[in-house]
């Protein structure tokens, strides 16, 4: 079946450090892949999304290529800030199984001032 | 953008009793809306896709006679604990898909504790 794997958090880091958060993926077909945030106590947020191999998702100084001969979608930034504190999950619609969502398993991360 | 709510945010009640959770597709219609759980520092998981005029199904180990769901129109599902307790506290989020496979939109959630 389809799965999604992400590094295991938490992840603490000095603001305007460099961030990466690792997402590897398992899934028959094309499937689209998506990073969404969740900010304490709130719902998911779309962060970004690609949808074919090679195309890079951005938003908010975030930014994920989708490495279809890694089955990879890394999300990276290159400053984080203390705002970015939250919970981020890896995700992927298959044509396959149909239109819901399959997580990954988050990652939280903290930004110190 | 597209705006899912869901009704109550928050939600406490006693053991036993019923609780009802509405999701609402406030600026467009959605044939298909999901109803998600996510424990404490979990990752979301899908309980049921929820169609509308049609019998939501189920994800495997999901007691559908526990948590009924009624997608009565193309803007509103409701979810509903029955006979609650203890274990079914959570967080309880929905999302629901406009046209083509990649347009899904996420409520709020609600968070249901049991007391």
């Known amino acids: 079946g389809n799965s999604v794997t992400q590094m295991e958090g938490p992840v603490t880091l000095s603001e305007e450090a460099f961030l990466t958060i690792n997402c590897t993926y398992t899934?028959?077909?094309?499937?689209?892949l998506f990073w969404y945030v969740q900010y304490p106590g709130e719902g998911l947020q779309l962060l970004l999304k690609?949808?074919?191999?090679?195309d890079k998702g951005s938003n908010k100084g975030f930014e994920a290529t989708y490495r279809k001969e890694t089955t990879s979608f890394h999300l990276e930034k290159g400053s984080v800030q203390v705002s970015d504190s939250a919970v981020y999950f890896c995700?992927?619609?298959?044509?396959?199984?149909?239109?819901?969502?399959?997580f990954g398993p988050g990652t939280r991360l903290s930004v110190l001032p | 953008g597209a705006v899912v709510s869901q009704h109550p945010s928050r939600v406490i009640c006693k053991s036993g009793t019923s609780v009802k959770i509405e999701c609402r597709s406030l600026?467009?219609?959605?044939?298909?809306m999901f109803w998600y759980r996510q424990f404490p520092k979990q990752s979301l998981m899908l309980m049921a896709t929820?169609?509308?005029?049609?019998?939501?199904?189920?994800e495997q180990g999901v007691e559908k006679d526990k948590f009924l769901i009624n997608h009565a129109s193309l803007t509103l599902s409701t979810l509903t604990v029955t006979s609650a307790h203890p274990e079914d506290s959570s967080f309880y989020i929905c999302?629901?898909?406009?046209?083509?496979?990649?347009?899904?939109?996420f409520g709020p959630g609600t968070r249901l504790t049991v007391l």
């Open positions: 999302s629901a898909l406009r046209g083509g496979r990649d347009e899904q939109f």
């Open positions: 899934a028959t077909g094309y499937p689209s």
């Open positions: 690609a949808t074919k191999a090679d």
């Open positions: 995700a992927l619609i298959s044509d396959n199984y149909g239109q819901n969502f399959v």
């Open positions: 600026d467009f219609q959605a044939t298909t």
């Open positions: 929820s169609n509308e005029g049609s019998k939501a199904t189920y």
